[in-house]
């Protein structure tokens, strides 16, 4: 009955193009609420048969009792459960899973596995430019995580970190980084006096490249759209309205790729932005007072599903953001300055300086060992503590608006 229960909401969503957007965002809300219901449809704790596509993460001197992660992609069709190996649930409504395994003495391991495509060759020159220019492999492992969202060379040490104190989220590529480097591709152009809406194309080509370049990855995709149909309204001189832009980023979206609903990125991803559109707070001049009601913001509706999840949320995850989020967004405009004007050795320099800070930070916050929420609960308290936070903020803007004067979102 609910077999195709993702392809129905995403046709649902489909409809804020036949009707009102504010519908469409109505409905998008309604199905995050709706969400876990969904959950037990397509959880199946086996590998799928069929046309596998592995990739090992591999790591110089493999020893003794060295784990070995395989990334599996297999479509959905015939199931058998696989002996000798642990399964590590990942993305288990999509069909990707990673198999752990174990070195032992005098033995191996045999994959036999299909080359699928040779790996982009523009991303293989970026990588190892970005290798040789890197002052130390710390600094390596950071950029190519920010720019070409490869984290496979973080440190343990340093990516444990990022994990406990809840910040993992700032080496994803997000709309942090795309609207970065669409401003700075547009003010490039802007310097050889391009024409606005000729710069706006552009810009947008070179954005979607940079989407393709990293194979349409699902927190690039996001960002991508958001950034795209704000554009385009701005472009038209049309009033902006961000529930609608958000509205038909998650249409689109779903329309694109269904199973994306039951990702947690993406789940965590729209409910942050929707916490950030329908904040209650007054925007501020001050730039890190703008962090902290922002942070709060989307920690409020974020937090039920990182309980439902994880059974943990960082309390004070806005204190933190206000120490990391300016650090990484100077870190990020310094590496898009080395890559435009890499013969510049100072700005190789500054991005060494400013990324062991960023490192040191993220280290001392898991030191500081930061208080988090423990707290377990099924669907049918995730749905009503999603609803209880919708009512909260709306009674809260109602609060501000009518104390203030002004609307947040016209």
């Not at 929707?274 to 703008?290: E, M």
């Amino acid at each position: 009955m609910f077999k195709n229960s993702s392809f129905i909401i995403s046709i649902l969503f489909a409809t804020g193009i036949l009707i009102p957007i504010k519908i469409s965002t109505i409905l998008a809300i309604i199905s995050i609420i709706l969400l876990p219901f969904f959950r037990f449809l397509i959880y199946i704790p086996f590998i799928f048969l069929g046309s596998l596509r592995m990739e090992i993460y591999k790591y110089p001197n493999i020893k003794t009792n060295d784990t070995i992660i395989v990334k599996v992609n297999a479509p959905s069709k015939g199931i058998l459960p696989i002996e000798g190996f642990g399964i590590f649930k990942s993305n288990v409504y999509t069909g990707q899973y990673h198999l752990e395994g174990y070195i032992k003495k005098d033995s191996f391991i045999v994959l036999s596995f299909e080359k699928i495509r040779n790996q982009n060759e523009i991303y293989l020159k970026l990588d190892k430019f970005l290798r040789e220019k890197a002052f130390r492999f710390e600094d390596y492992a950071i950029i190519t995580a920010l720019i070409l969202n490869n984290r496979d060379y973080i440190p343990y040490e340093v990516k444990n970190a990022f994990v406990e104190t809840g910040m993992f989220h700032i080496l994803a590529i997000s709309g942090l980084h795309i609207s970065l480097i669409f401003l700075i591709i547009s003010f490039v152009l802007s310097l050889f006096y391009i024409p606005r809406k000729l710069n706006f194309i552009i810009s947008s080509i070179m954005i979607f490249l940079y989407t393709a370049l990293l194979d349409f990855i699902p927190s690039c995709f996001r960002a991508f759209l958001f950034a795209i149909i704000f554009s385009i309204s701005n472009l038209l001189e049309r009033k902006v309205n961000m529930l609608n832009v958000f509205g038909l980023s998650l249409t689109l979206n779903l329309m694109i790729f269904p199973t994306q609903i039951y990702d947690i990125g993406f789940q965590l991803s729209y409910l942050a932005v929707l916490g950030l559109i329908y904040s209650p707070f007054n925007y501020s001049k001050n730039f890190f007072i703008n962090i902290l009601k922002s942070s709060i913001s989307a920690q409020i509706f974020t937090t039920p599903i990182l309980l439902y999840h994880f059974s943990k949320a960082p309390i004070l995850y806005f204190f933190g953001n206000l120490i990391t989020i300016p650090i990484s967004t100077i870190l990020l405009l310094n590496l898009l300055f080395c890559l435009i004007f890499p013969f510049i050795e100072q700005l190789w320099v500054s991005l060494h300086i400013i990324n062991l800070l960023f490192i040191k930070s993220i280290i001392l916050l898991e030191k500081l060992n930061l208080p988090a929420l423990k707290l377990v609960i099924d669907e049918k308290m995730l749905i009503i503590l999603l609803i209880l936070n919708f009512i909260i903020v709306s009674l809260l803007r109602r609060l501000f608006i009518l104390s203030n004067k002004q609307y947040f979102v016209q």
